[in-house]
């Protein structure tokens, strides 16, 4: 990877210096600009940062202004960029860079990285960019061009890939590292597209191995899974008169409109159970643990634990049903036979372990 790269810096910085976009904190490339736009553009793009920047750095001009910044006024100055946490972390790291540095950003990457809402990336733009350290920035622009001129199938979204590319770029780059680094990200930004890149206007199609092999539009490879959250539920089979008890799941949302057994959110004991029956009005025969169930979809996992409960209510006598969900204003429960369950309504698989 890393000879392959070495090739790379002189087409690159080439076109580059004809052909980068001027903005604000690359025209002028202190640490605080380029710190505070690095945290601005993260999941957001140049053009929607732009008149964003330029009041914040006219508001709170340094460190020392943005430390001392109040809250609320430091919020207006962020509202509508969203992801508030990066203006909180803003002030917190430059409280620090207030107390621990004198008031200077650090030149070190590894002081960066200890500052509140840093990653390696950040720091890297600031140390290569704002102090001229060769040291990489690698966002996921620099990844997926990396991916193509080498022709890597390595999954990008593991964080052994990341820091392999980072140790092939350090490797390989040249004395002016911040012009490298800010030449792969704007390659990757204007050029190398995710979806069809550019690649007749590229400088390195001819240093291109993904290009030379026609599988630039498969790279680079994602293939790590999201994360699942994990979501622990209590299915509750309500069962009156040889009849059970199902309701219909909201318009919009996971499983939308189709039908369920009452279900709450955790992992409900006993006693809280029959707590939500007598609270509902349901006088409670008898409550049989059933067994657990896993249920798997895209980002959600739920952890299934189920009740069978039988009442002792008549028809007429059950109340305020709907309490069992917490008051929420759900649809009423509909009661349903076992040959019904299985021929009208439509029960997820999600419920199928639950199914009398
Ligand atoms: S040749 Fe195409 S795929 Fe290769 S780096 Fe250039 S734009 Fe990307």
Redesign the pocket.
């Known amino acids: 990877m890393m000879n392959h790269l070495k090739k790379i810096s002189n087409p690159l910085l080439a076109w580059f210096r004809a052909r980068a976009r001027s903005l604000p904190w690359r025209d002028d490339p202190r640490p605080y600009y380029v710190w505070v736009s690095e945290i601005m553009l993260q999941q957001t793009r140049v053009a929607a940062v732009m008149p964003y920047f330029s009041r914040f750095v006219a508001e709170l001009p340094d460190v020392a202004s943005l430390a001392a910044a109040d809250d609320e006024a430091l919020m207006k100055l962020w509202e509508g960029l969203g992801y508030y946490s990066r203006a909180r972390n803003l002030k917190k790291a430059a409280e620090v860079v207030m107390e621990k540095h004198g008031g200077t950003i650090p030149r070190d990457f590894d002081e960066l990285l200890a500052l509140p809402g840093i990653g390696r990336y950040t720091a890297g733009a600031i140390a290569s960019i704002a102090y001229g350290k060769r040291v990489p920035a690698v966002d996921g622009n620099v990844l997926?061009?990396v991916a193509?001129?080498t022709a890597s199938r390595e999954d990008v979204l593991r964080e052994k890939t990341k820091r392999e590319v980072e140790d092939a770029l350090a490797a390989s780059m040249p004395k002016d590292a911040g012009q490298f680094n800010q030449a792969m990200m704007e390659?990757?930004a204007l050029?190398?597209?995710p979806r069809n890149?550019?690649?007749?206007?590229?400088?390195?199609?001819?240093?291109?191995?993904?290009?030379a092999e026609g599988t630039?539009a498969e790279?680079p490879v994602k293939a790590a899974k999201k994360e699942r959250r994990i979501e622990p539920r209590t299915v509750l089979l309500i069962e009156r008169d040889g009849k059970f008890a199902i309701a219909k799941r909201p318009k919009r949302g996971l499983l939308a409109s189709l039908w369920e057994f009452p279900n709450l959110a955790g992992e409900k004991k006993r006693a809280e159970i029959l707590a939500l029956c007598k609270n509902a009005g349901l006088s409670v025969q008898s409550a049989r643990r059933m067994k657990a169930a896993r249920h798997i979809f895209t980002h959600i996992e739920w952890r299934l634990s189920g009740w069978h409960i039988r009442l002792a209510n008549p028809v007429e006598s059950v109340r305020e049903e709907n309490s069992l969900y917490g008051g929420s204003p759900l649809p009423p429960l509909t009661w349903a036979t076992q040959e019904e369950l299985s021929e009208i309504y439509s029960i997820p698989t999600a419920f199928h372990a639950y199914m009398p």
Do not use: I, K, N, S
């Not at 890149?197 to 290009?211: D, K, Q, V």
């Open positions: 997926r061009v193509r001129l390659l990757g050029v190398c597209l890149p550019h690649c007749e206007e590229c400088p390195l199609t001819a240093l291109c191995r993904a290009r630039e790279l």
